[in-house]
């Protein structure tokens, strides 16, 4: 398996474009997750997902944010309209039954 | 709330052991887990402990105490290349919620 994916791996925007980040979680795992990483603020949990169904989305920071699952092998996190403050690296992990996670690569999004 | 703390930083020398704490305090405890994260790169995972006592895998041992909300990590033998960021994460419940700590960056110095 080549592991969770996520694209673009790179993203950079100006201040009040859409961003929409993108995740094709490992084969077989029922669980998805979405999570924000910067300096201030360590690795944080912004939403996840059991069976393409979204369990617990308290950690998403507002309404600017929203994220879908519309199969077991995708899923997208949308910023819109995006800011400065929101420039961190987002990482997608998922996990079957033992609740370990397995992390992609991560997507370093800078808003200017 | 959830609290789950470490320490900020730590330095060691190449050769040494170093012991990295964690503390929580959560509403709920099924597993605590340990990651790796070097800069720029993914969590990659090392530890898991549910019960009491020392897990041992190779160079790294984690260690929980459930009664005092307490555990560590434990690395041997250091290696520059263990220079990186050490998460400590707790599973809340069954249904696979977790939360981290804000991580420990360990530098390994020759």
């Known amino acids: 398996d080549a592991g969770v994916i996520q694209s673009p791996r790179h993203e950079v925007t100006e201040m009040g474009q859409e961003v929409t980040l993108r995740c094709k979680p490992i084969?077989?795992?029922?669980?998805l997750f979405w999570y924000r990483q910067t300096m201030m603020r360590g690795l944080e949990l912004l939403i996840y997902?059991?069976?393409?169904?979204?369990?617990?989305d308290s950690g998403m920071p507002e309404d600017r944010f929203s994220a879908k699952m519309p199969n077991a092998s995708f899923s997208t996190l949308k910023i819109q309209p995006s800011e400065p403050r929101d420039s961190a690296v987002y990482f997608c992990?998922?996990?079957?039954?033992?609740?370990?996670?397995?992390f992609g690569p991560g997507t370093r999004l800078t808003v200017l | 709330g959830q609290n789950i703390d470490q320490p900020t930083e730590m330095t060691a020398t190449e050769g040494a052991i170093v012991q990295i704490n964690c503390t929580y305090q959560?509403?709920?405890?099924?597993?605590l887990f340990w990651y790796q994260q070097h800069a720029g790169e993914a969590p990659t995972f090392l530890s898991y402990?549910?019960?009491?006592g020392l897990e041992e895998k190779g160079r790294f041992s984690s260690f929980l105490s459930r009664s005092k909300g307490y555990s560590y990590l434990l690395l041997k033998e250091l290696q520059m290349k263990d220079s990186a960021s050490y998460l400590c994460?707790?599973?809340?419940?069954?249904?696979?919620?977790?939360?981290f700590g804000a991580g420990t960056r360990l530098t390994v110095k020759p």
């Open positions: 402990n549910v019960l009491d």
């Open positions: 994460a707790v599973r809340l419940y069954n249904n696979n919620d977790m939360r």
């Open positions: 997902f059991n069976n393409n169904v979204p369990i617990d």
């Open positions: 959560t509403s709920g405890f099924n597993g």
């Open positions: 084969s077989g795992h029922d669980y």
């Open positions: 992990a998922s996990s079957g039954d033992w609740a370990l996670k397995f």
